[in-house]
């Protein structure tokens, strides 16, 4: 069994920046995918951003430049450095790791952005 466990989330005003972590647990494969999606409310649960076991990031275009996704694969740890967040970022942060083709995911992590 995987477990991941969010923290980070907040209030914060726009313009301002939060660190979202995401530590995974259990047994699973090296080699996997990390990431993250958000959901805001009355909306579909969406991509942000992956990292490879090795590095390799990828973002969704409304991110770009604002976002940072890295990992801590000793401590298998995944960070979501988000700043100059907007109102629009406001939703529920999901961490998600990938192993052997099986999704597994985190209770989510609320981020609220004001005005």
């Known amino acids: 069994q995987v477990q991941l466990v969010e923290s980070g989330g907040g209030l914060v005003q726009a313009g301002g920046s939060l660190r979202l972590s995401c530590a995974a647990s259990g047994t699973f494969f090296a080699i996997n995918v990390m990431g993250w999606y958000r959901q805001a409310p009355g909306s579909q649960r969406d991509l942000v951003a992956t990292?490879?076991?090795?590095?390799?990031?990828n973002y969704v275009d409304s991110v770009k430049g604002r976002f940072t996704i890295s990992r801590d694969n000793a401590k298998n740890t995944v960070y979501l450095q988000m700043n100059n967040l907007k109102p629009e970022d406001t939703a529920v942060y999901y961490c998600?790791?990938?192993?052997?083709?099986?999704?597994?995911w985190g209770k989510g992590t609320l981020v609220t952005v004001s005005s």
């Open positions: 998600t790791l990938k192993s052997l083709g099986v999704n597994y």
């Open positions: 990292i490879t076991h090795g590095g390799s990031a």
